[in-house]
């Protein structure tokens, strides 16, 4: 979600501030801005929409000075105006803020009895004006922090800049993520190492409730108990690259090209010959009885979709929960379960905190795409999906990626367990194996998926459908096209049609099928035809055979190439994102950065 810069440096801060800003755009923001210290003065500059009205306020209104920060500002509290951007400022400091406080309100009340009253809608203002007040009363910059964290609730980044101090930042961390970028005297403060990346590939990540002191020489870290803290120092490999189009017009484009890709990455990390190997300290899984799945948004769906594989093929219960829902319903947890958390991000807050309901209940395991995440270094063990670098923030790499590696953990899970057999274990692996030509192939279908999606622009609703594994990429692709496009999408299992979702059907509504020739596909044919004699506009997502069988009669057709019925769902997630990402850029919408949206969710 926001993105926080920081720098101590000897360059000019302001146009280190921006691109750094400009590589945390892909978290989702409505507003920007920056301060500075220069000969001891405090000044900022912020605007609304994209950053280029920041910079083109930068050329109009420079700030000078080698100490700031920056921040893109995803609202939570108050509209998305100049006056609610980032900095806030009151009296000697400036305070950028990932996250929510929770109990500004009771603190504005407080601060109202000493005269102080808010300028603004947001919660942040309120740390500004408390830290303000506090170093009114004589506390130093240090001090004053040290006061105001102790009194904040909720989740939290900070970082404060004060006037007169050009060579000071203070940074805290409380649920949101937050990195320390090492120089050679200088130092900065990130949301994440992709902003620091051009910077400094020397990273320290806070740990929770950690609190540092930073100058150009020194870096002072401090524990939730307000104990000097060591946290290592790590050098990260992000190529820079990575952030470019490569050529495509979005980066949602050049990441699902990239997916045969990257899940030969994943595949030559997890295969062996004659079966899965899993990073240390591994799974054995004849300890479990039980697997609990737990994730938000698409890695949900990752989850429901594993669920299958699990069952099926190890004979494992699994359940399955929305991050958000999981620790308000307070579940059980019994002995032998293997918990198991998928993020893309590995800093999602609700997944986060649900992780955290189940410490020292069991096991914990996650799949993440940042293997220095929260996520991942609470985890027992953390399997990396391998996606690199995804910047548009409807997933799509990550997502086929996370697929790949629970489908991998499922044929671990099988031969631990004695339910899979040597023999049809290889035959899952032949079949992984050939899935990134599998996809290669899949992706020769996008002319024919753009010339559908310039009818479907046209639509108010959409509805997909699918069975068994199916059903839950049904969900996901119409995620994906309400994601970006912005019309109305539903998925829904296949037999659930007449359980009411047909009431929908008319002339006017497209209805995908996602129907590989596979033991399912005249169940869901059946579907197509009650759909069909109704009026509605079907978009048959199939194989060739299929296509042979039961086309006859359908709006459009997309054809796939014949896949192994358990690795359908990954495959067929590319016609689904090419139909969202089609239909986008026919509505002419924000293909990246869609309306309201945030990569990193780190707020619940």
């Known amino acids: 979600m926001c993105g926080i810069v920081g720098v101590l440096g000897d360059h000019e801060a302001a146009p280190l501030l921006v691109e750094a800003l400009k590589r945390l755009e892909y978290r989702g923001y409505d507003s920007a801005g920056i ?37 893109t500002r995803w609202a939570t509290h108050g509209a998305p105006t100049e006056s609610n951007a980032h900095p806030h400022s009151y009296g000697p400091v400036a305070v950028v803020h990932n996250g929510i406080v929770e109990n500004f309100r009771d603190l504005r009340e407080e601060l109202a009895s000493h005269g102080i009253t808010p300028q603004t809608e947001t919660d942040t203002e309120t740390v500004a004006l408390l830290t303000g007040h506090y ?12 006061q ?53 590939d020397r990273i320290t990540y806070l740990e929770d409730g950690d609190w540092a002191v930073l100058t150009r020489d020194s870096i002072e870290i401090f524990d939730a108990a307000n104990r000097r803290a060591n946290r290592p120092v790590k050098t990260v490999s992000i190529d ?11 980066f949602m484009a050049k990441e699902i090209a990239e997916q045969p890709s990257v899940i030969g990455d994943a595949l030559g990390f997890y295969l062996t010959e004659n079966g899965v190997q899993l990073p240390e300290p591994g799974l054995d899984f004849t300890r479990f009885d039980r697997l609990t799945m737990v994730a938000c948004g698409t890695a949900f769906y990752a989850c429901l979709t594993a669920k299958y594989w699990f069952e099926q093929i190890a004979r494992l219960p699994v359940e399955v929960d929305i991050a958000s829902e999981f620790r308000y ?27 955290r309901y189940c410490e020292d209940k069991a096991m914990i395991a996650s799949v993440v795409n940042v293997s220095e995440s929260s996520i991942a270094r609470a985890s027992d063990i953390a399997l990396p999906i391998l996606a690199g670098t995804e910047i548009g923030v409807a997933s799509t790499k990550a997502f086929t990626c996370q697929l790949t590696v629970l489908f991998a953990m499922a044929i ?10 040597v023999e049809a274990a290889k035959a899952h692996l032949a079949d992984l194996q050939s899935l990134p030509g599998l996809m290669h192939h899949a992706l020769g279908a996008d002319s024919d998926i753009k010339a559908t999606a310039l009818r479907l622009a046209e639509a108010r609703d959409v509805l997909f459908l699918g069975r068994g594994a199916l059903y839950p990429l049904a969900m996901e692709g119409a995620l994906k096209l309400k994601e970006i496009s912005y019309i109305h999408a539903e998925g829904y299992a296949s037999g659930e049609l007449k359980h009411g979702p047909i009431a929908l059907i008319d002339k006017h509504t497209p209805v995908v099928f996602l129907a590989p020739s596979d033991g ?41 190439p014949e896949v192994s019925p358990a690795l359908a769902p990954i495959l067929y997630a590319l016609p689904a994102q090419l139909i969202a990402y089609h239909t986008a850029v026919a509505k002419g919408t924000d293909v990246d950065q869609p309306r309201n949206l945030a990569k990193s969710v780190t707020v619940e």
């Open 520 to 560: 399912l596909f005249d169940k869901t044919i059946s579907n197509m035809q009650e759909v069909m004699a109704r009026a509605g506009k079907v978009v048959l997502v199939t194989d060739a055979k299929g296509a042979k069988v039961a086309g006859e009669g359908t709006w459009r057709q997309i054809i796939m």
């Open 240 to 250: 820079a690259t990575h952030i470019d189009k490569g050529g495509f017009k979005h």
């Open 35 to 71: 301060a500075t210290v220069n000969e001891g003065t405090l000044e900022r500059r912020r605007a609304t929409g994209k950053l280029v009205n920041l910079s083109d306020k930068l050329v109009h209104e420079p700030l000078a000075g080698k100490a700031g920060i920056g921040h």
């Open 329 to 355: 319903r307070e579940p059980p947890i019994p002995a032998n379960t293997l918990a198991l958390f998928v993020s893309q991000s590995g800093e999602t807050a609700d997944t986060l905190a649900a992780l």
């Open 148 to 200: 105001v964290l102790a009194r904040l609730e909720g989740a939290f980044a900070l970082c404060f800049l004060f006037e007169g101090e050009d060579n000071l930042l203070i940074a805290a961390r409380k649920g949101s993520p937050l990195a320390i970028g090492h120089g050679e005297g200088e130092v900065f403060v990130g949301s994440d190492a992709i902003a620091l990346a051009p910077l400094t």
């Open 135 to 146: 170093m009114a009363t004589g506390l130093g910059p240090r001090a004053a922090c040290e």
């Open 412 to 421: 671990k899970a099988g031969l631990d367990r004695g339910t899979l057999s």
